[in-house]
């Protein structure tokens, strides 16, 4: 490789790898603010900027929708998924993006926690530089990486099909970590979610797309829709103060969900740019072609919740968490006790 290329593929790894990372962990000191009407209620909503098609739709819904007609969005970042648990424990926020086994781990710890809306179903990828190492099968009895750390990814592929995926030695590393080993050749394959698939292949021309984790479990399941990975959850004593408010917030994210769903790339503007620093619009355009945009009030798919949360904890060898109705937000005809009806 040349010298100048060499130069500026580094500079391209900083930046597609890290994220700008300077300026962003900057960025996350100061909020980022959606507001028109700095009289209504303020609400925090606890996010990250790797999310796609999680918070896809709630952020088009923010700007082209009636969202901020009933409240001022005022936004936090979290880089781990045991930031995303110990905020909604401490209940730091008033809506929250993330992982629902997280969500339902915390509320079994006492998090002040509801279950809104699933809006994440198809996320996790193999992939490889390897056209012999394409499927789960080939790495049993062998190492392979995966990120994040507490990737739900790894238990659920332990109890699929003849449970042979169990023998495989599943390694955690954190994101970065990972993606400049298989970016640079030194790990030939990896477990990933969108869009960090997209960010690999973006930067390693030899890696090739393997098995979907989803497709496995709808094979498995039956279950068409997917995994219920990932979604948007309320606090409940927001969901008591402000019920017409969140009502508002599930019921615009949704039609803008089946709006979307045809074309994602359409809700791409309305992502705040300053997650760009971590993934660039036109990287996520790129990923939203392996991911499925679908919304579903969680009350209405809990069976799937129910036994996506029940594959996890018996693959962790742990006892079955119960699902109580509380922990479902329904959708109760109130009144506000504050702000705007």
């Keep these: 490789m040349k010298k100048s290329s060499k130069i500026l593929f580094?500079?391209?790894?900083?930046?597609?790898?890290?994220?700008?990372?300077?300026?962003?962990?900057?960025?996350?000191?100061?909020?980022?603010?959606?507001?028109?009407?700095?009289?209504?209620?303020?609400?925090?909503?606890y996010t990250t900027a790797l999310a796609t098609s999680p918070q896809l739709a709630l952020w088009q819904a923010i700007e082209q929708g009636r969202v901020l007609e009933r409240c001022n969005i005022r936004v936090k970042l979290w880089n781990t998924l045991d930031e995303l648990e110990k905020n909604l424990i401490a209940g730091d926020a008033d809506l929250?993006?993330?992982?629902?086994?997280?969500f339902v781990n915390a509320a079994a710890k006492g998090a002040p926690v509801q279950l809104l809306l699933t809006t994440a179903w198809q996320k996790f990828y193999l992939v490889s530089s390897d056209s012999n190492t394409l499927y789960f099968n080939d790495f049993v009895g062998k190492?392979?990486?995966?990120?994040?750390?507490?990737?739900?990814?790894?238990?659920?592929?332990?109890?699929?099909?003849?449970?042979?995926?169990?023998?495989?030695?599943?390694?955690?590393?954190?994101?970065?970590?990972?993606?400049?080993?298989?970016?640079?050749?030194?790990?030939?394959?990896?477990?990933?979610?969108?869009?960090?698939?997209?960010?690999?292949?973006?930067?390693?021309?030899?890696?090739?797309?393997?098995?979907?984790?989803?497709?496995?479990?709808?094979?498995?399941?039956?279950?068409?829709?997917g995994m219920p990975i990932a979604?948007?959850?309320?606090?409940?004593?927001?969901?008591?103060?402000?019920?017409?408010?969140?009502?508002?917030?599930?019921?615009?994210?949704?039609?803008?969900?089946?709006?979307?769903a045809a074309e994602p790339h359409q809700g791409i503007t309305s992502l705040p740019d300053e997650f760009q620093q971590v993934m660039p619009k036109n990287l996520i355009e790129k990923s939203l072609a392996r991911e499925r945009l679908d919304a579903a009030y969680c009350n209405t798919v809990k069976p799937e919740i129910t036994e996506y949360i029940r594959r996890i904890s018996s693959a962790c060898d742990e006892p079955p968490i119960n699902l109580p109705e509380k922990l479902f937000w329904q959708q109760h005809p109130m009144k506000e006790h504050n702000g705007p009806q």
Excluded at 96 to 102: A, C, F, K, R, Y
Excluded at 238 to 258: D, G, S
Aim: glycine share 6%; aromatic share 4%; hydrophobic share 40%.
């Design 10 to 45: 580094l500079l391209l790894l900083s930046v597609l790898i890290l994220g700008n990372g300077t300026s962003f962990a900057a960025s996350q000191n100061q909020d980022i603010i959606r507001a028109k009407d700095t009289t209504l209620p303020w609400l925090t909503l």
């Design 96 to 102: 929250w993006i993330g992982h629902t086994d997280v």
């Design 143 to 225: 190492p392979l990486a995966v990120t994040p750390p507490g990737s739900p990814a790894v238990p659920i592929l332990k109890t699929l099909g003849d449970r042979e995926l169990s023998k495989i030695s599943f390694t955690f590393k954190p994101p970065q970590i990972l993606l400049k080993k298989l970016i640079t050749g030194k790990i030939s394959a990896a477990l990933l979610p969108e869009p960090l698939v997209t960010k690999a292949l973006a930067m390693n021309p030899k890696l090739m797309v393997g098995e979907n984790v989803a497709e496995l479990y709808t094979k498995t399941t039956g279950q068409q829709r």
């Design 231 to 260: 979604g948007i959850a309320v606090h409940s004593e927001t969901a008591k103060k402000y019920p017409e408010t969140i009502r508002c917030i599930a019921r615009e994210t949704m039609q803008q969900a089946k709006t979307l």
